[in-house]
């Protein structure tokens, strides 16, 4: 068992002199908060922490004993010279996260991560980087360090939580630090870390089965680091989703069913492939244009566009990646295939056979999905069967059609799964891979 920390044990031995409960409570919030360091290691993250999750959620007591624990350790920090930290246990923001549990779990697991926010010390995500949910020991450790960082910031006033401009001023510190080159990990960079870590989580969980097991060698590389667009696209590499993003600058109206007007449609339609004029005349709802419906969904999941009555507009977000083509191709590359799940993985594979191999037909593209996916322990629930063909290429429609609708595969009958792809789709389908494998972890299974 650790000694405890002098400076603590003459605190704890003064309050019990007074109050021997009282003291004990205290003792027992200090050990939690510092497992026998001394008071160096207590942040505002740790206390926070433990005030409003790990008091209310393992300490079994009730909420006015929590609050009596609270204002203990308030009195405690004090007498160690922490006045800022014994403030927030004394605060009306602790108080109503305690009464919050006292509600149910739930509400009080909602009003924590609410304060915890409000409170200006977790570090934001970047338009260009997600912390994730599952954290290793490399990216774990660089949260921790933003985190100290905001905490003095704030202490020092030059970030008030919740001030204009301040959410702005946070990632652009945040972005300084963690791209910042450090001598203790050999000149990379928190980022460079964080990146290399999860590409190996990465590569560790495909490698299985033949199919990845071929493909690694050559694409590993090319997985860890971005695919800007080519020289001559870089400019303008998605023209049907700017051109959407620029139409929506100054708002549409929708339709009953909140879906792009009629006469928006047909201005569209001769930006996004229509053909069928001579026979059928022009689109009546964007339902009959599917690159445009399909272009849509994909920036309403870049969450560029946002809702005002019954009108769709442009949200700060997408006036930003308007004015900057290279983040619009990032964000778009972001949400070509699905977070999780089967369309992920067969979407994955369907991407990387043509950077490793180079032009397969459809037919040849799902057996080595349908192979790959296998190896990686999907299977039907009800037969326990790998998945069959048709699985396989339900799955693709949705990441083949929108490459199509982008303009980045070649040929006629271009949206059939086998196309291949441009100059532009490849470095497209690229950019989509590296963001999978250098994005969070993912959740651990339930």
């Given at each position: 068992m650790t000694a405890p920390d002098p400076l603590i044990a003459r605190v704890v031995a003064a309050m019990k002199a007074v109050d021997r409960d009282r003291g004990a409570d205290a003792e027992g919030a200090l050990e939690w908060l510092?497992?026998?360091?001394?008071?160096?290691?207590?942040?505002q993250a740790r206390l926070q922490e433990f005030l409003w999750y790990y008091?209310?959620?393992?300490?079994?007591?009730?909420?006015?004993?929590?609050?009596?624990?609270?204002?203990?350790?308030?009195?405690?920090?004090?007498?160690?010279?922490?006045?800022?930290?014994?403030?927030?246990?004394?605060?009306?923001?602790?108080?109503?996260?305690?009464?919050?549990?006292?509600?149910?779990i739930s509400r009080g697991k909602a009003a924590f991560r609410k304060a915890f926010r409000a409170s200006g010390i977790e570090p934001p995500d970047l338009p260009d980087f997600v912390w994730g949910p599952v954290m290793g020991p490399h990216e774990a450790h660089a949260h921790n360090a933003v985190t100290g960082l905001l905490e003095m910031a704030a202490a020092a006033g030059d970030l008030v939580p919740g001030r204009r401009g301040r959410q702005k001023e946070r990632e652009e510190l945040v972005r300084t630090h963690l791209s910042l080159a450090r001598i203790e990990l050999g000149g990379a960079s928190f980022l460079d870390m964080i990146r290399a870590e999860r590409l190996e989580h990465w590569l560790s969980r495909h490698n299985r089965g033949r199919v990845w097991p071929h493909l690694l060698p050559?694409?590993?590389?090319?997985?860890?680091?971005?695919?800007?667009?080519?020289?001559?696209?870089?400019?303008?590499?998605?023209?049907?989703?700017?051109?959407?993003?620029?139409?929506?600058?100054?708002?549409?109206?929708?339709?009953?069913?909140?879906?792009?007007?009629?006469?928006?449609?047909?201005?569209?339609?001769?930006?996004?492939g229509?053909?069928?004029?001579?026979?059928?005349?022009?689109?009546?709802?964007?339902?009959?244009?599917?690159?445009?419906?399909?272009?849509?969904?994909?920036?309403?999941?870049?969450?560029?566009?946002?809702?005002?009555?019954?009108a769709i507009y442009l949200s700060p977000k997408g006036r930003a990646l308007l004015a900057d083509p290279?983040?619009?191709?990032?964000?778009?590359?972001?949400?070509?295939?699905?977070?999780?799940?089967?369309?992920?993985?067969?979407?994955?594979v369907a991407l990387a056979l043509p950077a490793v191999v180079g032009p397969m037909t459809g037919t040849d593209i799902c057996a080595r999905v349908?192979?790959?996916?296998?190896?990686?322990?999907?299977h039907?629930?009800?037969?326990?069967?790998?998945?069959?063909?048709?699985?396989?290429?339900?799955?693709?429609?949705?990441?083949?059609n929108l490459l199509d609708a982008l303009n980045l595969l070649t040929g006629r009958r271009r949206a059939r799964l086998g196309a291949e792809l441009t100059p532009t789709g490849r470095a497209f389908s690229l950019q989509a891979l590296h963001t999978r494998a250098t994005g969070p972890l993912p959740p651990l299974p339930r």
């Open positions: 510092t497992a026998g360091e001394g008071p160096a290691v207590i942040t008091l209310p959620t393992r300490w079994m007591m009730g909420t006015g004993e929590h609050r009596a624990v609270a204002d203990a350790l308030a009195e405690a920090l004090e007498l160690l010279g922490l006045p800022r930290y014994a403030a927030i246990c004394r605060s009306a923001t602790t108080a109503a996260v305690l009464d919050a549990y006292e509600q149910s050559e694409l590993a590389p090319l997985l860890g680091r971005p695919h800007p667009p080519p020289a001559d696209a870089a400019d303008d590499p998605l023209p049907p989703l700017r051109w959407l993003l620029g139409r929506l600058l100054e708002g549409q109206a929708l339709t009953q069913t909140d879906n792009l007007n009629r006469a928006f449609v047909q201005e569209a339609s001769t930006h996004f229509w053909s069928d004029a001579t026979f059928f005349g022009p689109p009546h709802c964007e339902d009959e244009l599917v690159p445009l419906r399909l272009t849509h969904d994909l920036a309403q999941r870049m969450k560029a566009l946002r809702r005002r009555g019954k290279g983040a619009m191709w990032c964000a778009a590359a972001a949400q070509l295939l699905p977070r999780h799940g089967f369309g992920a993985a067969v979407g994955e349908q192979e790959a996916v296998a190896d990686l322990g999907w039907d629930r009800d037969t326990g069967a790998p998945p069959d063909e048709r699985a396989v290429r339900s799955g693709l429609t949705a990441p083949f």
